[in-house]
């Protein structure tokens, strides 16, 4: 399989998964269950896989820290500050363009670790990227919400380099040995940990899932999982990182 072909599944799973994910918010599924079981319940598949694949889950204790980092640096923090700036930003869109933009990041910094191509067209294909999806995230600012502050921008670019060292590490992962199944496994292990800690902490009771709501997160499960594998898989293939974030 080539890298276009991976994101083009890539593409099409994120459709199907925000779509899964709005209908849960409709819904008024607990975000913390929805969370668990959009990084959760791809364990299991990415698991199956594996066995499927004879692929070998034995990892080294440096490499399981590096993935434990990145967990921590690349998935966890980011989606956390991004949350908080969404709610503060006077307008959400100015937060997700921010921290969506990290495109231009993993691009240039791609090129000098891991001596990508980036050819003329990637280039003006990326800019036309970023500018629409300015244009698109423009909207009137909400200057009633009294939850609006400043720190919404910081908390934005930390989402912006956290994503971005996610895309940039899971590509340098792949070059010091860690296969493609300990990156999923692993990593989703250490975020589902860090999810259940916080639903304990916030005290959110299983028991208010409706019996109805089981096979919507199944399907956010199955979604999420093709995303990210595809995902994963496009990020080793791809001749720049950056192609495959622009796609995101």
């Known amino acids: 399989m080539n890298w276009i072909l991976a994101s083009l599944i890539m593409f099409v799973s994120s459709v199907f998964l925000y779509v899964l994910v709005r209908k849960a918010a409709l819904l008024q599924i607990p975000t913390e269950i929805v969370n668990l079981a959009f990084l959760g319940l791809p364990i299991f598949l ?78 003006i294909a990326i800019v036309i990227i970023v500018v629409f999806s300015f244009l698109i995230a ?27 060292l996610l895309s940039i590490g899971t590509k340098y992962a792949f070059s010091i040995g860690i296969t493609i199944y300990q990156r999923l496994i ?24 409706r019996s109805g709501d089981y096979l919507l997160l199944l399907a956010i499960g199955v979604s999420s999982a093709m995303f990210n594998y595809f995902a994963t898989l496009a990020l080793d293939l791809a001749p720049n990182i950056g192609y495959v974030n622009a796609i995101v």
């Open 46 to 123: 990415y698991s199956t896989l594996a066995i499927q694949n004879h692929a070998n889950l034995s990892i080294r204790p440096s490499h399981l820290l590096f993935i434990l980092g990145l967990t921590l640096i690349g998935s966890y923090i980011p989606n956390v500050t991004s949350l908080k700036s969404i709610k503060y930003a006077p307008n959400p869109g100015y937060s997700l363009i921010i921290s969506k933009s990290y495109v231009v990041f993993t691009t240039l910094v791609a090129i000098l670790l891991f001596h990508s191509v980036l050819t003329l067209q990637a280039t």
């Open 138 to 164: 423009q909207g009137k600012n909400n200057t009633q919400n009294k939850l609006v502050k400043p720190i919404w921008l910081p908390l934005s670019l930390v989402s912006f380099f956290g994503w971005g």
């Open 186 to 209: 692993y990593l989703s292990i250490f975020v589902t940990t860090f999810m259940l800690i916080e639903a304990r902490t916030k005290k959110i009771k299983f028991s208010h899932v």
